[in-house]
């Protein structure tokens, strides 16, 4: 293992045992020790040991175990509806409402615990391009459903919908594994890098919460036109509500 290669590991392993300022007093040390003299393999494992054991001599416990709570629930939060609907459990009426809160809670949660011990960094383009990938999925699926709605308007009164419904769960489905995957790819980075990556999991868990509350929706509906017509007011009203919750967590993330 090269010194380079070395440092790079024990910069990102500081950086998720340690705050922002302590991580960085960790690696211009190592930085400033490792540069006195070329060290092969054997002698950077016999001195310090692995990166994260070199890391762990210098870190408090308590601190990163606060910050490992943190991380659990929130990842938590996240993946739980992910693990509901890939495990294709019945969704109750008031899942909405249950989302609504998980999300609101791990909104207050995440920019409460970043502000107060996150840092920032250069700002990295990826951010506004997985944002990007992540509404854009999101806009498609929504002319998606509002497309599939006026065919089960026209559908409904000869019942020929299983097709429709299929594929709508199927899609669903995928988005919300996919958004779980990438809100916890946003946490990490938001540990690492920079806490604007926070941005990433609040819109995830946005959009994982929205397809669930379409799928509560679909899989307690009734198919008369007229019953459709007063579920769509219905869905107008939670997505908002989880909009509205969504994007003021997004916008206070990246400022």
């Known amino acids: 293992m ?4 070395y440092l790079h590991r024990l910069s990102r ?12 007093e960790v690696i211009d040390d190592y930085t400033e020790l490792l540069s006195t003299k070329n060290r092969s393999d054997t002698d950077l494992y016999r001195d310090f040991g692995t990166p994260y054991h070199a890391v762990r001599l210098v870190c408090p416990l308590k ?16 993946l739980f509806p992910v693990i509901w609907v890939a ?30 011990y996150g840092g920032k960094q250069k700002f990295s383009y990826a951010i506004p ?53 990438l809100g916890i ?15 990433v ?8 919460a929205l397809c669930i509350t ?8 009734n198919l008369e036109p007229e019953i459709i017509r007063i579920w769509s007011n219905t869905f107008l009203f939670l997505e908002g509500r989880i909009l509205a919750i969504g994007l003021i967590g997004t916008v206070v993330a990246l400022c």
């Open 63 to 78: 601190p990163y175990l606060h910050w490992l709570a943190v991380f659990i629930a929130l990842t938590f939060l996240l």
């Open 87 to 116: 495990g294709s459990f019945s969704l109750t009426s008031d899942v909405s409402f249950v989302m609504t809160i998980q999300l609101a809670a791990a909104e207050i949660l995440l920019l409460w615990w970043f502000r107060k």
């Open 185 to 199: 790819y946003g946490l990490i980075n938001a540990r690492l890098h920079d806490r604007r990556w926070c941005a």
């Open 2 to 5: 090269k010194t380079e290669t």
């Open 214 to 221: 379409v799928l509560q929706i679909l899989t307690s509906m």
């Open 129 to 181: 391009i997985i944002l990007g990938i992540i509404m854009i999925i999101g806009f498609c699926e929504a002319g998606f459903l509002w497309y599939l709605q006026k065919i089960i308007l026209s559908a409904a009164q000869t019942q020929s919908c299983f097709w429709i419904g299929s594929t709508v769960h199927i899609s669903l489905k995928i988005i919300v594994i996919v958004c779980g995957i």
């Open 13 to 24: 392993m500081a950086h998720w045992l340690l705050s922002p300022g302590e991580a960085t």
């Open 201 to 208: 999991y609040i819109v995830s868990f946005t959009l994982t």
